[in-house]
Nanobody, 124 residues
Framework: QVQLVESGGGSVQAGGSLRLSCAAS????????MGWFRQAPGKEREGVAA????????HYADSVKGRFTISQDNAKRTVYLQMNSLKPEDTAMYYC?????????????????WGQGTQVTVSS
């Protein structure tokens, strides 16, 4: 069963922090790469961070390096996105995704399974 459930979004002022969680079914968590993507109104979906659940290899978009951290808890089958020093331009709907295939880890087209999304709003 494919299942990804995000939580942790909300509203925060610039400079603040949020932690997003993505709980996965056993099947989905074992796929390989899990990633966080975001989409702001009128913009294309972009990859934010990705993690290989079998080994902890991580990838980050340049725009979030040093501010965001992706991590995992194997016992809970959960992937987290810790977001610090948030900026208004980080405002978007954030999606968790998983894939079994290959390709650039931050390319959304390579992902097969998607959560419903959680909204992050950063005010200045």
């Amino acid at each position: 069963q494919v299942q990804l459930v995000e939580s942790g979004g909300g509203s925060v002022q610039a400079g603040g922090s949020l932690r997003l969680s993505c709980a996965a079914s056993e099947y989905t968590y074992s796929t390989g790469f899990m990633g966080w993507f975001r989409q702001a109104p009128g913009k294309e979906r972009e990859g934010v961070a990705a993690l290989y659940t079998g080994g902890g290899i991580t990838h980050y978009a340049d725009s979030v390096k040093g501010r965001f951290t992706i991590s995992q808890d194997n016992a809970k089958r959960t992937v987290y996105l810790q977001m610090n020093s948030l900026k208004p331009e980080d405002t978007a709907m954030y999606y968790c995704a998983a894939r079994r295939g290959a390709g650039p880890p931050l390319l959304s087209e390579t992902y097969n399974y998607w959560g419903q999304g959680t909204q992050v709003t950063v005010s200045s």
